[in-house]
């Protein structure tokens, strides 16, 4: 088992969020909100087997919603935000840094 950890960062107004990995629903929360000194809102971890995950995120409040699969092998380290584009994702096998 691997621990695949997601962090809220930028974009965030006081949103409904809910975050599914391999098709379980793992996060729902009113009211999400970005501190804008930080650049973040929530963080989260869960439990997955070594190999392809699927991470779906949806916004009703805004009406988005996107899925990315990603082949983890080892911890990795999801950072969602919205952006003018829509939801944007960075993997990165490094945790993020928050002054």
Not at 2 to 25: A, H, K, M, P, S
Not at 85 to 94: N, R
Request: glycine content about 8%; hydrophobic content about 40%.
């Amino acid at each position: 088992m691997r621990t695949l950890y997601i962090d809220l960062q930028e974009g965030f107004n006081n949103d409904t969020v809910i975050i599914l990995v391999n098709g379980e629903e793992i996060f729902r929360k009113d009211g999400v909100q970005t501190k804008l000194l930080l650049g973040f809102s929530e963080t989260l971890s869960v439990p997955v087997s070594t190999g392809e995950v699927e991470l779906k995120i949806q916004v009703p409040s805004r009406s988005l919603d996107d899925e990315f699969k990603f082949t983890i092998q080892k911890n990795l380290y999801v950072g969602i935000s919205i952006t003018d584009l829509g939801i944007e994702t960075i993997v990165t096998d490094a945790p993020f840094m928050y002054q």
